[in-house]
């Protein structure tokens, strides 16, 4: 099976190293460039996990995810937050905000399939 991720990040050249990074492992990536087309790509097909970059512009990654578990239809899907903003308050605020995982950039390919396999895994279980 295939899963389906959403990476949500408005550098072009970081959503292209993650598909990359994850194409190869039999993950189907979508991509968007901020929370806004995040929100509309959702409209059409519900992921199986979310990638967020925390700092965009127009909609940043917190807000995104706050919305995102709000929705009944995205309420038990994985976050996984990923953000250049390393500090123990940072990773807290990622994680109130409903963030299942919060990475650090870079991330290695390891950490992140990683989070993925381990999030999924419990999806699977909880189904």
Known sequence: MSWTVLVVDDEPMTRTL?????????????????????LEKIEAHIPDIFVLDVMMPNMDGLT???????????????????????????????LLAGANRYLTKPVSRKDLLGSLGELLASVSVNA
């Open 18 to 38: 993650l598909q990359l990074m994850l194409a190869p492992a039999d993950y189907e990536v979508y991509e968007a460039g901020d929370g806004y087309e995040a």
């Open 64 to 94: 995104l995810c706050r919305m995102l578990r709000k929705r009944e239809d995205t309420v038990n899907v994985p976050i996984i937050l990923l953000s250049a903003k390393t500090t123990p308050e940072a990773i807290q605020e990622g």
